[in-house]
């Protein structure tokens, strides 16, 4: 899978996208991040892909016409394995479901808004905007990152253990994962209060651990 990242501040993904289950799935070539520095699409010395809006406001817009001949770059830009994305506040809220839906994909480009927002003229050329959260972040290089993610790790051969996408919180719409447990079997904190791990989980009883698990999930 391929997924092509427009933004204006490129070096931003460096850190995250080399680092654990991203970096482990770029070397063995599960994936593939292009990310498209927006500035190299401006016509003009300066490099200017915003400006002031129509009607007048705070703010800048980022300019349609940079942003189109981004999108057209991409390779695979209207095939039907190809989807583009707009990061936005006002888009259909990202869910694991999402994540299973577009992991079937080829080719995902992600494009990343900025300052008060994207000329609506975009929406013509995108398939769907998207907002990770009821919240206003600077930019979408974070919601980039996180869609990625939670593609990247459901692609076969991701995962050390392929049940741990099945098993986890939101695989069913609306059920969260059941409470876990690791060494030490009994903590002590400073004021010398014990908390311990439930005996059904030291029992060796699968079939009642399993039920323990069922009964704990949380549905909100």
């Known amino acids: 899978m391929t997924f092509n990242i427009i933004t204006i501040f490129p070096e931003i993904f460096n850190s995250y996208f080399n680092e654990s289950i991203i970096k482990r799935a770029l070397e063995k070539e599960k994936i593939k991040i292009n990310i498209i520095n927006l500035r190299d699409f401006a016509t003009d010395k300066h490099k200017t892909v915003d400006d002031t809006p129509y009607g007048g406001g705070a703010g800048m817009l980022m300019k349609v016409d940079v942003l189109y001949r981004a999108t057209r770059n991409m390779q695979h830009a209207t095939d039907i394995n190809n989807k583009i994305i707009l990061l936005s506040a006002k888009g259909n809220k990202w869910s694991q479901q999402k994540a299973k839906k577009y992991s ?50 459901l692609l076969p051969g991701i995962l050390g253990n392929e049940t741990s996408a099945k098993d986890e ?52």
């Open 104 to 153: 079937k994909l080829d080719n995902i480009t992600l494009i990343c808004g900025r300052y008060e927002g994207v000329d609506e003229r975009i929406v013509n050329f995108i398939n769907e905007e998207v907002s990770i959260g009821d919240y206003v972040l600077t930019g979408g290089e974070i919601g980039a990152m996180a869609i990625t993610d939670s593609i990247t790790r």
């Open 169 to 220: 919180s939101h695989s069913i719409h609306g059920e969260l994962e059941y409470p876990q447990y690791t060494r030490p079997e009994i903590f002590i904190d400073d004021e010398s209060n014990e908390y311990k791990v439930p005996d059904v989980l030291l029992s060796g009883n699968h079939a009642e651990i399993e039920k323990w698990r069922e009964n704990k999930k949380y549905t909100p």
